[in-house]
């Protein structure tokens, strides 16, 4: 790397850091770059080429926690110049833009025993699926590494995975053979996310969601149904014996007050692997009529509020799914 170029653009605490053999000095580097941004625009159009290769270099080390920071900049440089109407030749494009070169390091990361790393790479996948979908996909066969990643223990992995993979139809013919729990989760991740997206594209970006679209959201009615069933608000309600009454050979006087527990939530004879967060299990739709579902209360004392919390809930869900960068 030109060190003389650096030198005459950036002041000597800051180029030395970038130029240091220690990562720890690197990352204070990468801060004080991510500091000065927006003050040194035009600095760092001039040289942007020989940044862009210092920031690949990195993805060629080892050190997750450099890394990490220059994933965390790198959007924040290219929304930066995408501000200010700058559009990068293609000379400078063929050193970052994911390209044979670039992408190795990255599948790597998808392999590693950590985590954070996976998760951190399986997120930068589908980042640049999102920007650049058109101009990359056909460059990821290697996809099939994120979509083996749908069959971990680990719910974070698989959730970061399901989003990354859920970007369109397309990406079916990257991902290599799945299993048919596997494609399952997939191929209804993708109906959710289409429900929501041609509801939009049916409206204007103004218009509201109507009472036709909420009920077509069946798949997000589970995820809040199920959402609701691991995270229950309320433990159990008081009441008052109006008479004797006997409940499993024990016998309660009128007038004593009782407290009636309703998590029975977590009961692997009602729920299968009930610690599971499994929304799929709701799209039967009798399971709301069982007498053991107390989401929102019992009997005749249902919430008055359900079908309206569930309606608010669903409508956030949607221009969350549907405009959320």
């Known amino acids: 790397m030109p060190q003389n170029d650096l030198m005459k653009y950036f002041r000597e605490d ?58 965390e900049f790198l959007p924040e440089l290219f929304d930066t110049l995408r501000s200010k109407g700058y559009i990068m030749t293609k000379s400078e494009a063929v050193i970052f833009l994911p390209s044979a070169k670039t992408f190795p390091y990255v599948l790597e990361g998808l392999r590693s025993r950590n985590n954070r790393t996976r998760i951190e790479c399986v997120d930068l996948v589908g980042f640049l699926i999102d920007n650049h979908g058109a101009e990359i996909v056909g460059q990821l066969k290697s996809l099939q590494l994120v979509a083996s990643l749908t069959a971990e223990g680990d719910g974070e992995i698989l959730k970061a995975a399901l989003n990354t993979l859920a970007t369109g139809d397309d990406i079916w013919r990257y991902v290599g053979k799945l299993t048919e729990a596997q494609r399952s989760m997939l191929d209804d991740r993708f109906k959710w996310k289409k429900v929501h997206l041609a509801i939009r594209e049916r409206k204007r970006a103004e218009d509201p969601i109507n009472w036709n679209d909420f009920k077509s959201m069946n798949f997000t009615h589970s995820v809040i149904f199920e959402t609701s069933r691991l995270a229950t608000i309320v433990n159990g309600v008081l009441r008052k014996t109006t008479q004797d009454m006997e409940l499993n050979g024990f016998v309660i006087p009128k007038g004593w007050r009782i407290y009636v527990y309703t998590r029975e939530n977590n009961d692997p004879s009602l729920y299968p692997d009930p610690l599971a967060f499994n929304p799929w299990r709701w799209m039967d739709k009798s399971s709301e009529s069982q007498n053991y579902f107390f ?8 919430c008055s509020g359900k079908e ?6 669903s409508t956030f869900l949607h221009y969350f799914v549907t405009r959320y960068k």
């Not at 770059?33 to 080892?62: G, N, Y």
Request: charged share 25%.
């Open 14 to 71: 800051l180029y030395r850091r970038l130029l240091s053999s220690d990562f720890k000095k690197q990352i204070d580097g990468i801060e004080m770059l991510h500091k000065a941004l927006p003050s040194i625009e035009k600095e760092i159009v001039k040289i942007l080429d020989i940044l862009l290769r210092w920031f690949v270099l990195r993805f060629c080390e080892s050190n997750t926690t450099c890394l990490l920071k220059v994933l």
């Open 295 to 302: 989401m929102f209360g019992g009997g005749t004392r249902q």
């Open 308 to 313: 309206l919390g569930i309606a608010e809930i």
